[in-house]
């Protein structure tokens, strides 16, 4: 979880964004059912969903991706949250850029599995 959220005392609950990244033709719905999973357990409000289908391609490409970014943009979420990090990027450098953008709008991500070493 990104430190800026691990550090908020004292705030709402998160309002996160779960999203989903698929191949062409996948059903994303058995990764968003894990993730509704979690947000149950966890004190987050799921304020929206996105996914993408278009497999391993560069996150700020994706219709899907950019939504969430608008949502945490204009102050309707808090985070993202996703099953692992490759449903962001499985490459280093396009991770730690999303990374990045979700930092510089105040947001950060949440990940169902541990994240892998970069």
Same mark, same amino acid.
């Given at each position: 979880?990104?430190?800026?959220?691990?550090?908020?005392?004292?705030?709402?609950?998160?309002?996160?964004?779960?999203?989903?990244?698929?191949?062409?033709?996948?059903?994303?719905?058995?990764?968003?059912?894990?993730?509704?999973?979690?947000?149950?357990?966890?004190?987050?409000?799921?304020?929206?969903? $996105?996914?993408?289908?278009?497999?391993?391609?560069?996150?700020?490409?994706?219709?899907?991706?950019?939504?969430?970014?608008?949502?945490?943009?204009?102050?309707?979420?808090?985070?993202?949250?996703?099953?692992?990090?490759?449903?962001?990027?499985?490459?280093?450098?396009?991770?730690?850029?999303?990374?990045? $953008?979700?930092?510089?709008?105040?947001?950060?991500?949440?990940?169902?599995?541990?994240?892998?070493?970069?």
């Amino acid at each position: 979880m990104n430190r800026a959220l691990a550090l908020r005392t004292g705030t709402p609950a998160l309002r996160v964004i779960l999203y989903v990244l698929t191949t062409v033709g996948k059903d994303p719905g058995g990764h968003f059912t894990e993730l509704q999973g979690l947000a149950a357990r966890s004190p987050w409000t799921v304020t929206g969903r $996105a996914s993408d289908s278009c497999g391993d391609s560069d996150p700020p490409l994706r219709p899907g991706w950019t939504q969430a970014l608008k949502l945490i943009a204009t102050g309707r979420a808090d985070a993202v949250a996703s099953v692992s990090r490759t449903a962001i990027s499985p490459h280093p450098g396009p991770y730690l850029q999303a990374l990045d $953008a979700l930092s510089s709008l105040g947001g950060g991500l949440l990940l169902l599995r541990a994240e892998t070493h970069l």
